[in-house]
T-cell receptor
Framework: NAGVTQTPKFQVLKTGQSMTLQCAQDMNHEYMSWYRQDPGMGLRLIHYSVGAGITDQGEVPNGYNVSRSTTEDFPLRLLSAAPSQTSVYFC?????????????FGPGTRLTVL | QQPVQSPQAVILREGEDAVINCSSS?????VHWYRQKHGEAPVFLMILLKGGEQKGHEKISASFNEKKQQSSLYLTASQLSYSGTYFCGTVAGNTGKLIFGQGTTLQVKP
């Protein structure tokens, strides 16, 4: 198993550009989520999904869109990048949505918006 | 709402003990603990469910007081490998929505 994979590892964007951060898992996990990590702020939940076709907002959803058309994939879209979105982005997944199982994290995508 | 961790940073010598606290203003279903090394992804340590349970993982253990909505992570006889940032995450209700605290940076020196 590859686990949770994220692409790209690094990305530089200009303000106003759009892009999609890819996340995939091969463990048949039901639950997937996106976090951003900024110094001193910890990991903040952007969006999450409890299954294919079902998504919901986390703590900091503004400026980001998600969809979940398959169990395996959970892409995160930035429609118009802003410097405030410079961060490290982690995708995570877990077997169930119940909250009593561990979450597996991908290696992260380091995004810089100029 | 993010859980609150304390302290923000700890510096230890090898062999010393440390306690990291996590508190929430919401009724909790579970508390998760993760450790992150610099430049890497967070790695799971343990989960505690409501019921006041305690768990152990090598020389790292944790407790969960659901009445006080607090959890503590205990690191005993710390090793250099324990250095990193520790995050508590809380789940309120049976949704799986995991909200993390701001993290506690632990540095263990020889």
């Amino acid at each position: 198993n590859a686990g949770v994979t994220q692409t790209p590892k690094f990305q530089v964007l200009k303000t106003g550009q759009s892009m999609t951060l890819q996340c995939a898992q091969d463990m048949n996990h039901e639950y997937m989520s996106w976090y951003r990590q900024d110094p001193g702020m910890g990991l903040r939940l952007i969006h999450y999904s409890v299954g294919a076709g079902i998504t919901d907002q986390g703590e900091v959803p503004n400026g980001y869109n998600v969809s979940r058309s398959t169990t395996e994939d959970f892409p995160l879209r930035l429609l118009s990048a802003a410097p405030s979105q410079t961060s490290v982005y982690f995708c995570a997944s877990s077997f169930r949505t119940s909250g009593n199982v561990e979450q597996f994290f991908g290696p992260g995508t380091r995004l810089t918006v100029l | 709402q993010q859980p609150v961790q304390s302290p923000q940073a700890v510096i230890l010598r090898e062999g010393e003990d440390a306690v990291i606290n996590c508190s929430s203003s919401k009724a909790l279903y579970s508390v998760h603990w993760y450790r992150q090394k610099h430049g890497e992804a967070p790695v799971f340590l343990m989960i505690l469910l409501k019921g006041g349970e305690q768990k152990g993982h090598e020389k790292i253990s944790a407790s969960f007081n659901e009445k006080k909505q607090q959890s503590s992570l205990y690191l005993t006889a710390s090793q250099l490998s324990y250095s990193g940032t520790y995050f508590c995450g809380t789940v309120a209700g049976n949704t799986g929505k995991l909200i993390f605290g701001q993290g506690t940076t632990l540095q263990v020196k020889p």
